[in-house]
């Protein structure tokens, strides 16, 4: 079975410009989360999503935002990057909505420029 | 808000055992987790507690203490592979959501 897919895998951006992250979940897992991991942290809790709607949003500003997809796939978006936004930004599955077990995505290294 | 604490750093000898504590201060609390994570890899699920006591999955092992907001994660015959950061996560279930709020991690570097 496949696991927890993120694409890109690395993105390079500069200053102002916006991304797309995406994320695709295991199969069956309805409930998707976003974090972000600074080098030398923990991950940090973005979004959570579950059955398509937002569930949960960490303390991040509104160039920060999600959406999900009927077929559970996610992705997450931010606009006017800044160099702060560097960081690792992983996805994680889990089959419902109180995550005992929460599978992580490989993640997307994205550098802002 | 949350509040989890962990050493920063910790080193061990090839089959020996480690102990990697956590102490955490939440107002909902539903769950702790304990993640491993390599360098530049993905953070991956080691064990899950929400009742008192030990809970044993092979050579690792994860003790939790609602009443003292305490945990730790017990690694046993140490391997050169166990060199990685240790997560410990606490899931605050109040306002509906369950949301994980995660430590900054210990980095343990195993010795031969």
């Known amino acids: 079975d496949a696991g927890v897919t993120q694409s890109p895998t690395h993105l390079i951006k500069t200053r102002g410009q916006h991304v797309t992250l995406r994320c695709s979940p295991i199969s069956g897992h309805k409930s998707v989360s976003w974090y972000q991991q600074v080098l030398g942290q923990g991950p940090q809790f973005i979004f959570q999503y579950y059955e398509k709607e937002e569930r949960g949003r960490g303390n991040f500003p509104d160039r920060f935002s999600a959406r999900q997809f009927p077929n559970y796939s996610s992705e997450l978006n931010v606009n006017a990057l800044l160099l702060g936004d560097s960081a690792l930004y992983l996805c994680?599955?889990?089959?419902?909505?109180?995550?005992?077990?929460?599978?992580f995505g490989p993640g997307t290294r994205l550098l802002v420029l | 808000g949350q509040n989890i604490d962990q050493p920063t750093e910790m080193t061990a000898t090839e089959g020996a055992i480690v102990q990697i504590n956590c102490t955490y201060q939440t107002s909902g609390f539903n769950g702790l987790f304990w993640y491993q994570q390599h360098a530049g890899e993905a953070p991956t699920f080691l064990s899950y507690n929400v009742l008192d006591g030990l809970e044993e999955k092979g050579r690792f092992s994860s003790f939790l203490s609602r009443s003292k907001g305490y945990s730790y994660l017990l690694l046993k015959e140490l391997q050169m592979k166990d060199s990685a950061s240790y997560l410990c996560?606490?899931?605050?279930?109040?306002?509906?959501?369950?949301?994980?709020?995660f430590g900054r991690g210990t980095s343990l570097i195993v010795h031969p």
């Open positions: 994680a599955s889990s089959a419902g909505l109180s995550q005992e077990t929460q599978y």
């Open positions: 996560a606490v899931r605050d279930a109040s306002g509906g959501s369950y949301i994980p709020t």
